[in-house]
């Protein structure tokens, strides 16, 4: 019979790598996707301040560029808190034929998949 | 934004990282954010067992920029207080260096219920600490359970609205003023009604020598039952109705951050929440419990002015 291993044997669970949730498209869940038009935009950045999700991308200076669809979890709170109305809310039905930034299928068709199973 | 440099810091990596699984239009992940746009030393973090710590270090995932260390529901007081006092006995060997702040979060669960004693302990030490309470008034990583911080009338899976009861019974613990009594530096009340409050509180409570409380109230759009993107909305209805008190204890001295100009009825604070919506239904039945909210709230409020100085 062979011995247990020591407990200096065993793998720790310990997570080496930071930030390395930010491989996992949280994006998939969306079933509505915030649409910015940069023309209305003025950069406020009261969206990217309150953004649970980090998804508001902004270049060196602090200008909003556009959002994040890999991790947008589609909330809808960017919408909420614009005081232009530069953000729109549409459902992730009008864009079944998009890819998604992975190259995957659009989540709604996910859950059409899901259902065909 | 109110003293804050939103724009600078937009080139900064928050110590959250993206890809965290938080539910979409969740007030936690936003609350820490903004608290950590507020530190900009090196940061340790602790986390207590809740939504936030399960859904950031998802194995083999870890939404931390930074170092992080889980622990149990009852002892991120007790487990900060020993990663402060061990930088510290290394930084006398010159093994670390100064200037590293350490921030310990948890759910009202893992503040106001289970790990008061360790918060207490660690506060009543005094080692060089931030804790922040990110408050979503229950349980809600294990499906919505009352705690403590769970208000008077609201129903929740274990104080259910219904024939018997109309919600808890209860009045929820003032956390803020528990830790007060301990004395310490530092201590806050705020919500997510104004980032560039949150950010204020949160530098004023890490510059602060010495142990700092922050109880950040963050609504959970599947307990409340609200509409995930009125989270800004509902956070500056409990600020404008004074159901949650905006304001800071600095070295004993109470000062009220924030006064609604006009305030609005608790009223409407509560008939925007599914968590109430039994108290409208019947509403013929259940005015007193509409007036009993809105009279633990004149209470609160005026035992906390009659102690404060006005806004500067």
Known sequence: ?117 | MGGVNVRELTGRNNPLAEGHRMCPGCGAPTALRQAFMGIDDPVVVVGATGCLEVSTTVYPYSSWRVPFMHVAFENAGAAVSGVAAAHKAMGRRGLFRDGIKFVAFGGDGGTYDIGLQSLSGALERGHDFTYICYNNQGYMNTGAQRSGATPRSASSTTSPAGRLIPGKLQRAKNLTEIAAAHDIPYVAQTTLHDPSDLIKKVRRAVETPGPAFVNILVPCALFWKIDPADQVKICRLAADSRFWPIYEVANGERRISYTPKKPVPVEDFLRAQGRYSHLFTDEANRRDLIDQAQADVDAEWEKLTGNAKPQS
């Open chain 1, 1 to 117: 019979m062979s011995c247990a291993p020591c407990w200096q044997d065993i793998l720790p669970g310990t997570i080496t790598l930071g930030a390395s949730s930010r491989s996992v498209e949280t994006g998939l869940w969306r079933s509505v996707r915030p649409i910015l038009d940069a023309g209305k935009c003025v950069s406020c950045l009261r969206c990217w301040v309150q953004c649970p999700d980090s998804s508001i991308q902004t270049c060196d200076g602090g200008t909003v560029q556009g959002i994040d669809m890999f991790f947008c979890k589609g909330c809808g709170i960017c919408a909420a808190v614009c005081p232009v109305g530069a953000i729109s809310i549409r459902p992730e039905s009008d864009f079944l034929e998009e890819t998604g930034p992975s190259g995957g299928v659009n989540p709604v068709k996910v859950g059409e998949l899901v259902g065909q199973c």
